[in-house]
């Protein structure tokens, strides 16, 4: 994978051009790339088909948080309306109006007012069967060869209801509904416009339950590998204590490691303690991208006891690196070349701890899981 969009070659390209002048700055500008990275999701079906919990619940709100997309209101979409990300406005999540209104009568006329070559994906949202207009727009999707998605939301309540018949079994039941679902996903000519995979059964009010980690996988794994990575990165703490989305992360994390393990050690190189800086705000990133709280803060206490000593153990590697880089930093070509070894190392340990803690965190909150 490559995260950074940067390889040796276009290091050693800058270095020819330029020497090592700003060469900090040159890595810098590398790892802030994903923030720049532009996509826009739509997000189509008809009203109460959950379209706008699932936009707050993939960007990591709350349904009442300022920024939330408003649930509840049962009027139809009228336009389409742009949901910036929390924290990367480059990525929006569209909210769509359905085919067969007023202002958008038949696919040609919804293609253009939409503007369908805008959007990198599309999930297609119902809460019973997908419609003749779903599969048309399916259909155009498909000749536009970018990536769609079947969604069958507010799977829960479909559970609880189940739930008091004696004879109920929920592996049959999801079955049930996924087979009902490919039934009426074919086009006028009797072709089939997906497989199984392509229908994901999911509840917004439970992102770690379900088809919902799938879903955010299978969106990574459909868009191109510079959005991919943008998105990833983006994906609220909700979506990201999801085992397969936080795994992902962490990859990523460590594709950019010798990023950073470089830029540090060119600061290095001056005896100053900026390398050090670097690589502790790469550390405050990771804790940020894994959802881990800062040591002292409520959510901190509200770990375990065994978690906040692994959380503890990373804040006493900080520190060994911290004394570690002091001792070298006024021999500077020998700063430098120990930064990048140390750094490598120092990064490696802080992210394997973290993603195992993380990943802890995510198995605690599994065991606790329960729908009332």
């Known amino acids: 994978m490559d995260f950074t969009g940067i390889n040796l070659e276009e290091v050693k390209e800058y270095v020819d051009r330029n020497g090592v002048s700003n060469i900090e700055e040159f890595f810098k500008k590398t790892l802030e790339r994903w923030q720049n990275i532009e996509m826009n999701i739509g997000i189509t079906g008809n009203s109460g088909a959950g379209k706008s919990s699932f936009i707050n619940a993939i960007r990591g709100l709350d349904n009442d948080d300022e920024k939330a997309a408003k649930v509840g209101v049962t009027e139809t979409t009228l336009e389409p309306k742009c949901y910036d990300h929390p924290t990367n406005s480059k990525i929006k999540y569209w909210d769509l109006p359905g085919i067969g209104t007023p202002k958008y009568p038949d696919l040609e006329t919804y293609c253009r007012k939409v503007q369908l070559e805008r959007y990198s994906a599309f999930l297609v949202f119902t809460i019973d069967r997908f419609t003749e207009n779903d599969q048309k727009l399916a259909k155009k999707i498909q000749s536009t060869d970018r990536s769609f998605f079947f969604i069958r939301a507010k799977i829960d309540q479909n559970v609880l209801a189940e739930k008091r018949k004696r004879s109920f079994n929920e592996d049959a039941m999801l079955q049930k509904i996924r087979r ?41 794994d459909a868009l191109p590998s510079f959005q991919r990575e943008s998105l990833a990165l983006s994906l609220g703490t909700l979506t990201s204590l999801l085992t397969e989305a936080l795994q992902r992360k962490v990859q990523i994390l460590k594709d950019r490691l010798w990023v950073v393990a470089s830029a540090s050690a060119a600061v290095a190189v001056v005896p100053l303690s900026g390398g050090v800086h670097v690589a502790m705000n790469e550390i405050s990133f990771y804790r940020s991208q894994l959802g881990l709280p800062e040591e002292g803060s409520q959510n901190f206490e509200m770990l375990s006891e065994s978690t906040q000593r692994d959380l503890k153990a990373i804040g006493e590697l900080m520190a060994e690196y911290a004394a570690e880089q002091e001792a070298t930093r006024w021999i500077p070509f020998v700063s430098g070349a120990m930064s990048y070894g140390s750094t490598c190392s120092f990064l490696k340990q802080c992210l394997e701890k973290m993603e195992k803690t993380a990943l802890l965190v995510l198995q605690e909150a599994y065991l606790n899981f329960k729908i009332d």
């Open 180 to 220: 009902y679902s490919l039934e009426n996903l074919v086009d006028e000519d009797g072709k089939q416009l997906g497989n199984e995979q392509k229908i994901f059964l999911i509840s917004n009010h439970y992102p770690a339950k379900w088809d919902f980690p799938r879903l955010t996988q299978a969106i990574l």
